[in-house]
C-alpha cells in the first residue's frame, strides 16, 4: 500500500511570512493528525482529524495555525505568520480503525524560519 | 500529569552488541504502549505494541516488554547492525472517553562497526 505523502519535504521561509503543508493519507484511514517534532524531541501533538472533523486541536496555537481536511481526505496546514520558534518537522500520520491501530508517519516537512 | 520519560538519552554500541532502553511512564489510564523507530530524515514506523495485558512482545531481533505495575517497558536489541541506528521513541496511549498519545522524547542509538 501507498504511505502517507507529504510536500514539501523542505521549506525554509523568513519570520512573518506564511507557509502551508500538505498530505495525503493512507486510503481509507479516517484518522488524520498532523505533529510538530522539534530537534531531539518527541512529536508534540498539533491537531487530530476523524474523517473531516476535528477531534482534538487542544495544542494548536489558533492566533497562527490553522488545520483543515475538507473533504475528509488530504489536509492542509498553515502557518501564518511564521515565528524563528515554528522551526521544526511538521510529520502527518494516519491511523486506520481502533486506537490499537498503528499511526503510519509521513517523512514530515523540515521547516526553517529564519 | 500525564508524562513518558526515556533513558538513555542516547546510546553508542558496537555492531553486533546488544543493547536496552527504558521507558517509564505516568499516563493514566493506560491504554496500550508502542515502541517506533525513527530513521533519520524519516518518519516514525512502529515496531511493537503492548496492551495492559501483554508483557512481552517480539519483533525479529527487537523484543519490547511492559511491567504495568511498576509503569516501565524496555525495548531490547539483539546482535544490532549498523541499520538499527536511529531514534527509538515509546509512545503511550491513554483513553478517557478520547483517545490520547503521549511521546516521550526518544533514545537516539548510534550503532558503530
Known amino acids: 500500500e501507498a504511505g502517507v505523502a507529504q510536500s514539501p519535504r523542505y521549506k525554509i521561509i523568513e519570520k512573518r511570512q506564511s507557509v502551508a503543508f500538505w498530505c495525503n493519507p493512507i486510503?481509507?484511514?479516517?484518522?488524520l493528525y498532523w505533529y510538530q517534532q522539534i530537534l531531539g524531541q518527541g512529536p508534540k501533538l498539533l491537531i487530530q482529524?476523524?474523517?473531516?472533523?476535528?477531534?482534538?486541536d487542544s495544542q494548536l496555537p489558533k492566533d497562527r495555525f490553522s488545520a483543515e481536511r475538507l473533504k475528509g481526505v488530504d489536509s492542509t496546514l498553515k502557518i501564518q505568520p511564521a515565528k524563528l520558534e515554528d522551526s521544526a518537522v511538521y510529520l502527518c500520520?494516519?491511523?486506520?480503525?481502533?486506537?490499537?491501530?498503528?499511526?503510519?508517519f509521513g517523512n514530515g516537512t523540515r521547516l526553517t524560519v529564519t | 500529569k500525564n508524562q513518558v520519560e526515556q533513558s538513555p538519552q542516547s546510546l553508542i554500541i558496537l555492531e553486533g552488541k546488544n543493547c536496552t532502553l527504558q521507558c517509564n511512564y505516568t499516563v493514566s489510564p493506560f491504554s496500550n504502549l508502542r515502541w517506533y523507530k525513527q530513521d533519520t530524515g524519516r518518519g516514525p514506523v512502529s515496531l511493537t505494541i503492548?496492551?495492559?495485558?501483554?508483557n512481552t512482545k517480539s519483533n525479529g531481533r527487537y523484543t519490547a516488554t511492559l511491567d504495568a505495575d511498576t509503569k516501565q517497558s524496555s525495548l531490547h536489541i539483539t546482535a544490532s547492525q549498523l541499520s538499527d541506528s536511529a531514534s527509538y521513541i515509546c509512545?503511550?496511549?491513554?483513553?478517557?472517553?478520547?483517545?490520547?498519545?503521549?511521546f516521550g522524547a526518544g533514545t537516539r542509538l548510534f550503532v558503530k562497526a
Open positions: 482529524f476523524q474523517n473531516n472533523g476535528v477531534v482534538d
Open positions: 500520520a494516519s491511523q486506520y480503525g481502533s486506537y490499537n491501530s498503528p499511526l503510519h
Open positions: 503492548m496492551t495492559f495485558s501483554e
Open positions: 486510503s481509507g484511514h479516517a484518522t
Open positions: 509512545v503511550v496511549s491513554r483513553n478517557t472517553g478520547g483517545f490520547k498519545t503521549i
